[in-house]
């Protein structure tokens, strides 16, 4: 696969920075998540997740499933501030 | 693993990797960083990302200052290849009360002592530099322009690579389960991966300090609670300033990648090392906002998370080395202000370690001050 291929679409990471992590010992989704941001833009993992756990397992002989994923954090799709303002107002009522 | 270290450092977060540096550089061999996850998991990775020199506290205001002005030039000393991304576009701190007004007048007069670039700002001035500010609740500000925004995260990896190009090892996912000591002397380190003998041990461990302090028997006043934050959507850039009420209970700043980061604390959070997010966190959060800076409300929020702040007293750290246990040194109870201060406790902690003179004095921040009560309160904290 072309290793400019976008990985994370969110944060614009390529699959050449991601390889290139894994060779420096960023071993862990997490790890590559500080250093990349991928996984932390409005997606929130839900494209570059698989992704990026596929390649620590190759790179590291690791099953895909032995992977730890990111904490998945609330809320589940983005919500503007002002409905929630409002609603919380409106149950104050 | 190695099992032989001159010095055994506990808390791979900002603190830990800033003092594994500055050990390194001073030519200390054999050092070892214990981290019981991956290196900034804990506080360094969840905090919200702000550094500012005004304080109200001549301490908080020296640390504060002399760090940032070392992250000014991070970058090029730390040799990182990456960006720390550090962005000096102020804080400015809203006040909405007469009281608070005269308490940033107060802590003016002493950040000016300590020679921070900091000053009064009519609502007017404010308005001027982050337009759609709700001045109508509001009774004046302060403002600083040396204050901003750093990454946590390229920051804390930056003094990582840094300390490990000079030799230091990181140990990640390996956790400090035991200290030996004998004699009163500190003796080794046990973890989870095995033991590790040495005669110096740093508590860089930041929520966790007091587990670590209590397998020595040296007693600390500081304990953890939660500090929630959320972040939203990304947008272009339209506020250049950390914008932060200590009263009203926020602060909010723009990062450069264009999301907006903020958080608030809770008087009624309980102590603990819980890091779960709430939903009233959020509720109140947008209710502010919305009151506040009226446009940011209608952003996505995309995702909200919490980290833990470690208190103390005074909500001041204490840099100190253990009176009853020789070769414990310690290095916390941040109080929420650890990721600014970090490359002063580096420099700190190197000099109390290497008995060398100090750059800045900080032996007011001992630990027998809670004892003696001498005791400086920081009144700026969120």
Redesign the interface.
Known sequence: MDENTIICRC?DVTLKEIRELIQEGYV?F??IK??T?AG???C?GKTCGQLIMREIANATGQNIKDIKFQ?N???VV?????L??K???RNEE | MKNKAEVVIIGGGISGCSIAYNLAKKGVKDIVVLEKD????GST?RCGAGVRMQWGTEMNCKIAKKSIEFYENANEILQYE?DVEFKQKGYLLVADTEHEMEQFKKNIEVQHSCGVPSKMLSLKEAKEIVPYLNTDILKGAAFCDKDGFLNP??TT?AFYRAAKRLGAKFYTFTEATGIKVENGRVTGVETNKGFISTNVVVNAANAYAKNICDMVGVDIPAYSERHQIL????VEPMQDPMVMSFRLNFYIQQSP?GTFIMGRGDENEPRGLKVA?S?QF??????T??LVLPP??????????AGLYNMTPDKQPIYDKAENVEGFYIALGFSGHGFMFGPITGIAMSEIILEEEPTIDVSMLNLSRFKTGRLLLEPSVV
């Open positions: 944060s862990t997490d790890e500080r250093i941001r932390m833009g409005p929130q904490t954090r609330p809320p983005g919500v503007k501030l002002g929630i303002a609603e919380a107002r | 991956y290196i900034c998991s990775g990456r995260f390229h990896d972040v939203t959507e990304p990648e997010s939903w959020i509720e109140e959060m947008a209710k906002i919305e940011i409300s209608k952003l996505r929020v995309i995702r909200q998370w």
